[in-house]
């Protein structure tokens, strides 16, 4: 019996990459414009080079951007990338197609909800709250409770506890098959590979279940419980 359903957060339930991608761009041109002597091109390569250091919630990529160009930040250019990131940031970040419809009838059907995000506390919790779902949930376990990321069972048994449940009543939802549908499976949860988000191409989810939209998890727990 399915008495839970616990979502990662980025490319589940937000088109992170999206958003990310949007939001770079937007801050490359505002550092152009305000007299950053680089190409678009060599911008772009150089940031994506701190990323892959640094991982992609890395929150000084600007400051190290500049750093490593000038010597020092320059805070005109800085301002100016940092507030056209943030307003195409907020711009982008929306929900997948019939998120909140499919949240708000798991609701109905008496699903305790929860979130497993690798993002730190704050960003994990600044993304849900911008998209109006810090109220929806009655868990979420970011990078900061356990320490860990995802394969890695803690964060699965944090969540797991805290909502009371045994691993076989949770549904894990998610994009990535090596981080979510692995780390749920070797707790012993059912799983649903979020193909709507993947962006790696995955072949072989190994999700017991795959979506193409999310409001096909009604029908997921409809089996499960009728089959249960």
């Known amino acids: 019996m ?3 359903v616990i979502f990662d957060l980025d490319n589940t339930l937000v088109d992170f990459m999206k958003m990310k991608g949007e939001a770079i761009d937007a801050a490359i041109r505002a550092m152009i414009d305000a007299g950053l002597e680089l190409s ?3 911008v772009k390569q150089r940031i994506d080079a701190i990323y892959k250091e640094k991982g992609i919630e890395f929150q000084y990529v600007f400051d190290s951007l500049l750093a490593d ?3 020092k930040v320059n805070h005109k250019i800085l301002s ?3 507030v056209a990131y943030r307003r195409a940031r907020e711009a982008a970040l929306v929900p997948y197609p019939h998120v909140y419809i499919t949240l708000y009838e798991l609701l109905k059907m008496g699903m305790k909800l929860a979130v497993i995000s690798d993002a730190p506390s704050k960003e994990a919790w600044l993304r849900l709250t911008y998209l109006n779902m810090h109220h929806i949930f009655d868990v979420v376990i970011t990078f900061d409770d356990t320490n860990e990321r995802k394969p890695h069972p803690a964060p699965f048994i ?3 506890n805290r909502l009371d449940i045994k691993p076989q009543e949770a549904l894990m939802v998610g994009d990535w098959a090596e981080r979510d549908i692995i780390g ?15 962006t790696f191409n995955t072949g072989v989810s190994g999700g017991d279940y795959e979506a193409n939209d999310i409001q096909e ?12």
């Open 158 to 160: 944090l969540a797991l």
């Open 217 to 228: 998890l009604i029908g997921f727990i409809k089996k499960e419980n009728s089959d249960g």
């Open 40 to 42: 678009y091109d060599e």
């Open 2 to 4: 399915i008495k839970a």
């Open 184 to 198: 749920a499976k070797q707790v012993g949860m059912k799983t649903v590979f979020a193909r709507y988000g993947d």
């Open 69 to 71: 160009i000038f010597d």
């Open 80 to 82: 100016a990338g940092v």
